[in-house]
């Protein structure tokens, strides 16, 4: 009986899930989270972000995500588990965020205090006091700038699996070095946030793993390798303040001393991080072709697992890494949770009051059109936040709850055609796949069989199950995915919400009105170039 731990540094909060596994059977044995808003005030953020004037800005703060990771396994560690059993610890994190680090980090993480918290010891580490997350989109010229640089976007996006994104660390790191360029020059390691976690716990610099390294616009997709043509193009000396890239199931170390002694957990093996797409994906047990994925997080993300790479033509979606070794086809939307809350809040709702709402609007919605872009959208790509709407009073409730679900749905199926993936089957996660109104939304929409799991966050547990395969392979046992993701990661039978044929037929047809609608919405705003002049 062997437990393995998966954690989820996420945008707004951190979780933990332990997985007992005894022979053929794995169960859930444990499973909490932190809010950083509420555990951390004195950061403060706000839904796991500092503030900023700037709306195309968004930082974070790497310290809190440190405390955070001592507070969660402070938790385990009182949770009454035998932690005897712990064997490995993975994790997952937001993507694209990076961490900059001078010299002194490598020694600061192998002789950490015990009887101190993370955070202070690491303040001095630090060659960048915040973090740019995955909602900064501050970096259009940037990514120009680096497009140019390498060929042009075809050429990026056929290397790297994705054109030049502003949230991607590439762009990032770039506009670090032209606003900084001492604090770049005092940069020693520059790390994702799941590689910086994973160093946390293994007390030494660890390496990034292709699942993550593939949303940086510098790694050449088809070796695994930091591609040198983006290196160059995006900052100078940059490949010698990576991180190497190891695959997913790479042993990185045992938890630190540090940790041993601070929670008294055991030597537990480290296995490199990943992204929580990238997690997410075996969390829903995607880990063949032909399935796919959505997840209702902060951020809104459809997925299906690739065998070869087929990179976007349309230039609207990346391929990643999969923790399985294979690919994964990926579309993100930015206002997914964030702007359901914001139209719950708006009209005063609890959330069983939204699906009532939901419930009692028409399918269709009478022609009510809400573009829900409260903060700048990844896609389509609109730098300029502001929502707009279509023959929908701003006093009507109901209204706006089913238009954001319908234009949500609606966006994902329209965005995420390049993929090419079958959507018979959607496996439904995150938060928001508990209310089966917005599922039926989905279903409909896609004309899919939609599924739920007992398990929501799948990133998390996607995690505790990358750290049994890379367990079970260090031990020479080795184990098919299949058997990793068998009774955990399984959508529940009863939980099937079948599409209505006509309502089917209607979304079909209104997937083109709402493409023009968004066409219009973006017409109506700045253009890109004239924000950063
Ligand atoms: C994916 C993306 C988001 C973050 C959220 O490309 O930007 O889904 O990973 O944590």
Redesign the pocket.
């Known amino acids: 009986m062997s437990l393995f731990l998966g954690l989820d540094s996420?945008?707004q909060g951190v979780t933990a899930i332990v997985l007992d596994v005894d022979g053929d059977r794995t169960r859930v044995a444990y499973e909490s989270s932190f809010d950083f808003d509420e555990a951390f005030p004195g950061y403060g953020t706000v839904h796991g972000v500092l503030p900023k004037s700037d709306p195309t800005v968004a930082v974070s703060s790497p310290l809190l995500w440190a405390d955070a990771l001592d507070a969660i396994l402070g938790a385990i560690a009182r949770s009454g588990l035998d932690l005897t059993r712990l064997e490995a610890i993975s994790g997952s994190a937001?993507?694209?965020g990076s961490v900059y680090l001078n010299a002194s980090a490598a020694s600061m993480f192998a002789r950490m205090d015990p009887r101190r918290a993370p955070a202070a010891q690491l303040a001095g580490c630090l060659s960048r006091p915040v973090a740019p997350i995955?909602m900064d989109s501050s970096t259009a010229i940037e990514c120009a700038e680096i497009a140019d640089a390498v060929g042009g976007s075809a050429v990026l996006a056929e290397h790297t699996g994705s054109r030049a994104f502003e949230?991607f660390t590439g762009p990032q790191v770039r506009k670090f070095f032209k606003q900084d360029p001492a604090g770049y020059a005092a940069t020693d390691r520059i790390h994702l946030v799941s590689s910086f976690l994973a160093s946390l716990l293994a007390g030494r610099h660890v390496a990034i793993d292709p699942g993550d390294a593939s949303?940086m616009n510098l790694m050449d997709l088809a070796s695994a390798t930091w591609w040198r043509r983006a290196l160059d193009a995006t900052a100078p000396s940059l490949a010698s303040k990576l991180p190497d890239i190891a695959p997913s199931w790479t042993i990185a170390g045992t938890l630190s001393s540090y940790w041993q002694q601070r929670h008294g957990l055991p030597a537990a093996r480290v296995v490199l991080w990943s992204?929580?797409?990238p997690c997410s994906l075996i969390g829903t047990g995607l880990v063949r072709e032909g399935l796919a994925a959505i997840s209702l997080?902060?951020?809104d993300?459809i997925f299906g697992l690739m065998r070869e790479p087929r990179v976007d033509a349309t230039a609207t979606g990346?391929v990643f890494g999969a923790p399985t070794g294979d690919y994964m086809g990926?579309t993100?939307f930015t206002n997914g949770s964030l702007a359901r809350e914001r139209i719950r809040d708006m009209f005063g709702l609890t959330w069983p009051q939204f699906s009532e709402a939901l419930a009692a609007t028409p399918p269709g919605n009478d022609g009510r059109v809400l573009v829900p872009w409260f903060d700048p959208e990844?896609t389509p790509p609109v730098l300029v936040p502001g929502p707009c709407r279509y023959d929908l009073a701003l006093d009507d409730g109901p209204g706006h709850v089913r238009a954001v679900v319908e234009a949500q749905m609606l966006s994902m199926a329209l965005h995420s055609q390049w993929m090419a993936v079958n959507f018979d089957v959607i496996h439904a996660t995150g938060g928001a796949a508990a209310n089966r109104e917005i599922l039926q939304v989905m279903a409909d929409v896609f004309g899919a069989d939609v599924y739920q799991f007992a398990v929501s966050n799948s990133a998390c547990l996607g995690a505790a199950l990358r750290a049994r395969h890379a367990h079970a392979l260090a031990s020479e046992r080795g184990i098919a995915w299949t058997d990793v993701v068998r009774d955990v990661a399984e959508p529940i039978a009863a939980s099937r919400l079948q599409p209505d044929r006509s309502r089917h037929t209607m979304y079909r047809d209104f997937m083109q009105v709402y493409a023009r609608f968004e066409a219009d919405a973006i017409r109506r705003r700045p253009a890109v170039t004239t924000l950063n002049a």
């Open positions: 996420s945008t937001q993507q694209h995955w949230r949303g992204g929580d797409n997080g902060t951020s993300t990346h990926l993100c990844i």
